[in-house]
């Protein structure tokens, strides 16, 4: 798919109706969605192959995945509302190998060849990152986060013999009242 169709497709998507704090929810952005979404494909050739999408939200990242020809991708959220985003983001476009699955992450017990997330960074919540990486590792071959370059994620990679590589110029927009700036880098 061509750069311009993928935008083109990607801009129909609505926005999750709001984002919670409780939840760290944040929103991923058409360009990085699709820089994030080339790079697993890169890596681990998405075309035919199962793929989980670990804190859907509105579905960006699964939808991407769909688009580019996964077999399946089934986007997990723990939020009602987000589920509902990605469904009908999903009958938007007429996706038909993806759909939207609301459990728990930690409740899920499918087995897929990728798993992708924009997780809660664990900064505003008592989320576990450790414990998201753990079960998502159980659930699939390769994992995918968008998340901060830090010493944190560098010691979390180094207990699991994860490789960790940074996309440069990878940001994401203010979702958050707390938030000061429009756009954030990773």
Request: charged content about 30%; hydrophobic content about 40%.
């Amino acid at each position: 798919m061509k750069k311009i169709d993928f935008y083109r497709e990607l801009s129909k998507l609505d926005k999750p109706e709001k984002n919670s704090l409780k939840l760290e929810q944040y929103s991923t952005d058409i360009d990085t969605a699709y820089r994030f979404i080339h790079f697993v494909d890169y890596n681990a050739s998405i075309a035919g192959k199962s793929v989980a999408d670990l804190g859907c939200g509105n579905g960006i990242l699964g939808i991407s995945a769909a688009l580019l020809g996964a077999a399946e991708a089934d986007l997990y959220d723990i939020d009602e509302k987000a589920v509902r985003s990605a469904k009908q983001n999903i009958e938007k476009l007429h996706i038909k190998n993806a759909k939207p699955i609301h459990r728990d992450i930690f409740d899920v017990d499918k087995k897929y060849e990728i798993a992708v997330s924009n997780p809660p960074f664990g900064f505003q919540s008592n989320f576990s990152l450790n414990a998201f990486i753990k079960k998502a590792n159980s659930l699939a071959e390769n994992i995918f986060f968008i998340y901060k370059d830090n010493k944190e994620i560098r010691k979390i990679a180094d207990t699991f013999g994860f490789s960790v590589y940074k996309i440069e110029n990878i940001t994401l927009e203010k979702t958050m009242p707390f938030h000061k700036k429009s756009y954030y880098s990773l």
